[in-house]
């Protein structure tokens, strides 16, 4: 009885997660797959015929919102890694016993939804706003100049609001490393830059690729940002599937055109975990 039990352990402790995965990931995967191949609409009702044509169609109609999405989650991406490295370095090196309060501090704006932290860019942004009103007044800006619905603005606020994904896994990669690594390279004469660039970012990689992966998707699939900041030349797949979904109904095409996206994010992602090295970056992490 005890050996059945141990052996049966395993199993019921991951049943909860596997059952959350089955009903609120496979489920609705199964069901936005299915839809994808029907025809029809919501009046007359939809069935099931192998329409590929809503992977077609939505390519060729859209490939240059995916295209743009991608670009713009990419230098999201790279833009928070260069903004948050140096973030989660110092928090973990210089910090002290006040790491927790600096930590508190960049997570503090993100108590705030989403949403809100997005127009409050847009206040902030705004053409006679309070950061650009007095530089155009003072003649340091031409009164045409503008951030707002340009791609600057969009992946500034796409860096911004998913920062605190980035920089928490750096911060808690780089906090393992053991400061006598760090000794040791210095009693063996490498200088700080040497320092860094063959101890200390290598012992990081485990914290950059999980920061990617948590950014890059939710970057590249955002609508908010492009919906709040971004005007009609920088609109993102994102905002296509929801305009299919809620505003025309076309059930079949923003089902295709989601599946299609979730595809190329897969494909960067296995590429991105094949030419960093996943093998490296867990052999990296379990020490």
Known sequence: ????????????LIFPGGLWLAIFFVVPMIVMLSLSLQSGSVEDGYAFTW?????????????????????????????QIVIGFPVAYWIAFKGGSRKSVYLFLLLLPFLVSFVLRTISWQFLLSDNGI????LKNIGLLPDG???????????????Y?????????????????????????????????????????????????AGVLMTFVPAT???????????????????????????????????????????????????YARALGTDDVLEVAAR
């Open 1 to 12: 009885m005890s050996r059945l039990r141990a052996a049966l352990t395993p199993y019921a």
């Open 51 to 79: 329409n590929w044509h809503s992977y077609i169609g939505g390519l060729a109609n859209y490939h240059d919102q995916i295209i743009r999405s991608l670009l713009y989650g990419l230098a999201a991406t790279v833009l």
């Open 131 to 134: 950061l650009l009103g007095p």
């Open 145 to 159: 100049f503008r951030v707002l619905a340009t791609p600057f603005a969009v992946i500034g606020g796409l860096a």
């Open 161 to 209: 609001n998913f920062l605190p994904f980035m920089v928490l896994p750096m911060y808690v990669a780089l906090e393992r490393i053991d400061p006598r690594v760090l000794e040791a390279a210095q009693d063996l004469y490498a200088s700080r830059f040497q320092t860094f660039l063959r101890v200390v970012l290598p012992l990081s990689l485990p914290g950059v690729f």
């Open 221 to 271: 699939s955002d609508y908010v940002n492009a919906s709040v900041l971004g005007g009609t030349n920088t609109t993102m797949i994102g905002n296509v599937i929801q305009n299919q979904y809620l505003v025309t109904q076309d059930y079949p095409t923003a089902s295709a055109l989601s599946f299609t996206l979730m595809a190329l994010l897969l494909v960067g992602i296995f590429a």
